[in-house]
């Protein structure tokens, strides 16, 4: 029996949180599965970086079916203890509808602040084992490790009716890929086009059969970010600022893409970049403003609906199964129309009335003319200033 398609959202940091809130309950009402937060203490364009799990506990208690989750966590700012305890408690508000997200860690989150970014793939294999040991155990848990010690140690909260509570790993490097196949409830990679996704979880499944386990339980997440809009242009120049989030270099070049860009010495690439120090913030621009457009599209989802009905079949057939969908259209509604017009398309079955209500309303809008021009950067501009 195929597995269930879900559809999740990735919710932009620059609303403030209130609005997050709001729009949170707004895609429960559209009819998404899933919400998906980044989690950073900062971005390299300084974009405003809240506390996803303060804003995923608001969501929780004012929505009740849609899934939370962050894409993703590190495991090098919270003890893995009082990680797993956050976890269950907020499970518990929500009744059951947490994911987390984990990887390895991005410079800009660490360095700055005095955090240890050394031996990344330890830190995270041991904070994996800590959290999933203390979330799971009905017993005193022990862990030596070298770095987190855990003696006789268990919550006192658990999560929602002692559910197992999933924990999707990004894994693109080898050993990554690996540990994530022996032990990951789902599998997060950067942004991969369809012909070349089913490539990268290869080694997944392998790991997973070789620890007897059955390489279909993993969920398969993937990347789109997308524009419902008839010109090109106007989009890749929005995302141009953003090029290097989207882009994983060894995957262009799997593509047969050619790259000519800078050295990443110097924090010039988006893990290891500090945007506190501006010789490193001038390195990351420049090695970004390298990236030609025709590379980028190849990376973003520009088109009408059936553009992206085929974007997602063709990501369907490539294995995946859950989808962490950014909107960079200029369309502010593009949600909607993927929930009255995309959506349904996967899963036959037509979309609430209310939500096709809504959405034929906005077309009319749009088709008046009395939508307002909206200019993405003037936009961002406003809303950081209500932060």
């Keep these: ?54 804003i995923i506990t608001a969501c929780a208690v004012k929505t009740r079916r849609i899934e939370f989750g962050t894409a993703v966590s590190d495991p090098h700012r919270m003890h893995p203890a009082a990680f797993a305890q956050r976890l269950a408690t907020v499970d518990t508000l929500s009744r059951g509808r947490i994911i987390l997200g984990l990887g390895s860690g991005e410079s800009m989150n660490l360095d700055p602040f005095g955090i240890p970014w050394d031996r990344r793939l330890k830190r995270l294999q041991e904070a994996f084992y800590v959290i999933r040991g203390l979330l799971d155990a009905d017993e005193p848990f022990t862990w ?105 270099p060894p995957v262009a070049e799997k593509m047969g893409l050619k790259l000519e860009l800078p050295e990443e010495d110097g924090g010039a690439h988006y893990a290891a970049v500090n945007p506190h120090d501006p010789a490193s913030l001038q390195r990351f621009e420049a090695r970004q403003k390298a990236i030609p457009p025709h590379v980028l599209e190849k990376f973003v989802y520009i088109g009408d609906v059936k553009r992206m009905r085929r974007a997602i079949g063709d990501f369907i057939d490539a294995g995946a199964d859950t989808f962490h969908l950014t909107n960079a259209s200029l369309d502010p509604t593009a949600f909607l129309k993927l929930a009255t017009d995309v959506l349904p398309y996967f899963r036959r079955r037509r979309a609430p009335v209310t939500v096709q209500v809504a959405s034929a309303g906005a077309k009319l809008v749009r088709a008046a003319g009395l939508a307002p021009d909206a200019d993405p950067r003037k936009a961002m501009d406003w809303l950081k200033k209500q932060q």
């Design 144 to 248: 030596h490790g070298d770095f987190f010690h855990i003696e006789h140690a268990r919550l006192s909260v658990h999560p929602y009716r002692r559910r197992h509570l999933p924990i999707y790993l990004a894994a693109l490097g080898p050993k990554a890929q690996q540990f994530a196949g022996r032990h990951a409830d789902g599998w997060i990679p950067t942004s991969i086009p369809p012909p070349y996704y089913a490539d990268y979880f290869t080694p997944v499944a392998s790991a997973a059969r070789d620890a007897g386990r059955n390489p279909g339980e993993i969920r398969r997440c993937a990347m789109m970010t997308l524009a419902l809009a008839s010109d090109t242009k106007p989009v890749l120049d929005l995302l141009a600022d953003h090029a290097q989030g989207l882009i994983w």
């Design 1 to 54: 029996m195929p597995r269930q398609i879900k559809f999740g959202v990735v919710m932009p940091p620059v609303f403030p949180p209130r609005m997050q809130v709001g729009l949170a309950q707004a895609f429960e009402w559209m009819g998404f599965d899933q919400i998906w937060f980044p989690d950073h203490l900062t971005f390299p364009d300084f974009m405003p970086a809240p506390d996803p799990w303060s």
